[in-house]
């Protein structure tokens, strides 16, 4: 999986990632600290949200692209110390390595 964080993403950032979530664009983000993505094959894509979720309190979505390896993108959005705690316990997950997320 690949990582990123993006602190006080700008507004046309924000806007990219609006019209590609999976719940659509009608939903729209509103004002967030920090935006954590993660790329990976879907399994993975699935646990991450899940662990996310259950971690702290942000929002995760779907980002919609194209891609020919099967790869999808999350985007986690909240307060900076949220996301990054969000993602942290993904990566904590993920050296682990086992199926049990």
Do not use: H
């Not at 509103?30 to 699935?46: C, F, H, N, S, T």
Request: charged residues 25%; aromatic residues 2%; proline residues 4%.
């Amino acid at each position: 999986m690949e990582y990123r964080i993006i602190k006080s993403p700008s507004p046309g950032t924000v806007d990219i990632l609006n019209r590609r979530k999976g719940s659509g664009a009608s939903t729209p983000i509103g004002k967030v600290d920090a935006i954590g993505l993660i790329q990976g094959r879907i399994i993975e894509m699935v646990c991450a949200a899940d662990v996310a979720e259950k971690a702290v309190g942000v929002t995760v979505e779907d980002i919609k692209g194209s891609c020919p390896q099967n790869m999808i993108m999350l985007a986690i959005f909240g307060d900076t110390a949220s996301v990054e705690a969000a993602m942290e316990e993904i990566r904590l997950r993920e050296k682990r390595g086992g199926i049990e997320w």
